[in-house]
């Protein structure tokens, strides 16, 4: 298989590919008539069509011309024809010379293969008009022979058989062909029965960015058998809810109901009074320092206490903070149960701890002092 390399540019497809000069090729195989009694009109001609890049240019239609020169590569045109004809899926395609439409005075059966050396000459327009690209002329050295014979006179009686040569040495393995057509598809297969349906992964999922939709009844973060919930941070326990419901913060093994090993802190919260004070609401506060009074002042009463909540209070005045046991002027779930039934005076920088009962509805001293 020989290449022709274009010699011009040109636009083989519409806003595709640009041939330049020296750059693209048909690869082409040209095969000889048969030889017969009578051999057929025409020359067998095969070419790959390929771009620049050496891809095969699939599907295209395009025109053909062939000229068959006399003597030499510029020489008389004896004969000239048309093809158009679509590339294949592998840019293959197949003509046969002779078989055209004329554009000559004078036919392929009228040329005189025996009057000295033929020249064919190959163009080609791939945009399939008139446009056409020389791909290079060449002597044609052998087929044109075998129609040569058509015409040459008696033949002589045949001669006995000669000896058999010896073999010759094998010649080169050609190039590779072009790629065959794909056989068509087989079959399908009977589809197989259907699997069982897996869990809806999206149902059972907790997002990282927050969830919406949840049921509080059915919905929740923790296990469904006796076995301890573990929170790590970096790869390592932190917290943990064991089996029985105990909570340890900084232990893997709580005692308590809340077990924590290490220091807790409450925040202290500042509230402003100017004099005597009732229900002073405290809201989320665990730790409150008193300030504002400018002379003593008494206090009768805290709002906002929950079961078992801790109430630490301090006197940051410069005056004495008095409280006032089972005071009315504070509604009665606001009021304190004191030591021994009686007033207490907590002086400057003093304090005192209250635990609040909602059995009782009040807040009981368990802890002051006095400095």
């Given at each position: 298989?020989?290449?022709?390399?274009?010699?011009?540019?040109?636009?083989?497809?519409?806003?595709?590919?640009?041939?330049?000069?020296?750059?693209?090729?048909?690869s082409e195989r040209a095969g000889g008539a048969c030889f017969a009694q009578v051999p057929p009109e025409g020359i067998n001609y095969?070419?790959?069509?390929?771009?620049?890049?050496?891809?095969?240019?699939?599907?295209?239609?395009?025109?053909?011309?062939?000229?068959?020169?006399?003597?030499?590569?510029?020489?008389?045109?004896?004969?000239?024809?048309?093809?158009?004809?679509?590339?294949?899926?592998?840019?293959?395609?197949?003509?046969?010379?002779?078989?055209?439409?004329?554009?000559?005075?004078?036919?392929?059966?009228?040329?005189?293969?025996?009057?000295?050396?033929?020249?064919?000459?190959?163009?080609?327009?791939?945009?399939?008009?008139?446009?056409?690209?020389?791909?290079?002329?060449?002597?044609?050295?052998?087929?044109?022979?075998?129609?040569?014979?058509?015409?040459?006179?008696?033949?002589?009686?045949?001669?006995?058989?000669?000896?058999?040569?010896?073999?010759?040495?094998?010649?080169?393995?050609?190039?590779?062909?072009?790629?065959?057509?794909?056989?068509?598809?087989?079959?399908?297969?009977?589809?197989?029965?259907?699997?069982?349906?897996?869990?809806?992964?999206?149902?059972?999922?907790?997002?990282?960015?927050?969830?919406?939709?949840?049921?509080?009844?059915?919905?929740?973060?923790?296990?469904?058998?006796?076995?301890?919930?573990?929170?790590?941070?970096?790869?390592?326990?932190?917290?943990?809810?064991?089996?029985?419901?105990?909570?340890?913060?900084?232990?893997?093994?709580?005692?308590?109901?809340?077990?924590?090993?290490?220091?807790?802190?409450?925040?202290?919260?500042?509230?402003?009074?100017?004099?005597?004070?009732?229900?002073?609401?405290?809201?989320?506060?665990?730790?409150?320092?008193?300030?504002?009074?400018?002379?003593?002042?008494?206090?009768?009463?805290?709002?906002?206490?929950?079961?078992?909540?801790?109430?630490?209070?301090?006197?940051?005045?410069?005056?004495?903070?008095?409280?006032?046991?089972?005071?009315?002027?504070?509604?009665?779930?606001?009021?304190?149960?004191?030591?021994?039934?009686?007033?207490?005076?907590?002086?400057?920088?003093?304090?005192?701890?209250?635990?609040?009962?909602?059995?009782?509805?009040?807040?009981?001293?368990?802890?002051?002092?006095?400095?």
């Amino acid at each position: 298989m020989k290449k022709l390399i274009l010699i011009s540019a040109i636009l083989l497809l519409p806003s595709l590919l640009a041939i330049v000069a020296g750059n693209s090729s048909f690869s082409e195989r040209a095969g000889g008539a048969c030889f017969a009694q009578v051999p057929p009109e025409g020359i067998n001609y095969q070419a790959v069509a390929r771009d620049n890049s050496g891809t095969a240019i699939s599907n295209a239609y395009l025109k053909v011309r062939f000229t068959i020169r006399e003597l030499t590569a510029f020489g008389t045109v004896v004969f000239r024809e048309i093809h158009e004809d679509t590339t294949n899926l592998y840019g293959l395609f197949t003509l046969v010379i002779g078989k055209g439409t004329l554009v000559s005075t004078d036919s392929f059966s009228a040329i005189n293969w025996e009057n000295g050396s033929k020249y064919l000459e190959v163009e080609i327009d791939t945009l399939g008009g008139t446009s056409f690209i020389s791909m290079g002329t060449t002597q044609m050295m052998s087929v044109p022979y075998a129609l040569y014979a058509k015409k040459s006179g008696t033949q002589a009686t045949t001669g006995s058989t000669g000896l058999t040569g010896s073999t010759g040495s094998t010649g080169a393995t050609g190039s590779i062909g072009a790629t065959g057509w794909s056989g068509s598809t087989g079959t399908a297969g009977t589809t197989g029965s259907t699997g069982a349906t897996g869990a809806d992964g999206a149902l059972n999922a907790w997002s990282l960015t927050g969830n919406v939709g949840t049921n509080g009844g059915i919905n929740f973060i923790g296990s469904s058998d006796n076995v301890s919930l573990r929170f790590r941070t970096n790869n390592t326990e932190k917290m943990i809810i064991d089996s029985l419901g105990k909570v340890g913060i900084g232990t893997a093994s709580p005692n308590t109901r809340v077990d924590i090993s290490g220091d807790v802190a409450t925040r202290e919260s500042n509230i402003t009074v100017s004099g005597n004070s009732n229900n002073i609401a405290i809201g989320n506060s665990t730790f409150i320092r008193i300030t504002g009074p400018t002379a003593n002042f008494d206090v009768t009463g805290f709002a906002g206490g929950v079961d078992g909540k801790i109430l630490i209070v301090a006197n940051y005045t410069n005056y004495s903070m008095i409280l006032r046991y089972l005071d009315s002027a504070s509604l009665p779930i606001n009021q304190l149960i004191l030591n021994g039934s009686v007033d207490i005076t907590i002086n400057k920088n003093g304090g005192a701890i209250f635990i609040y009962s909602a059995a009782i509805g009040k807040w009981f001293l368990v802890g002051n002092s006095k400095p």
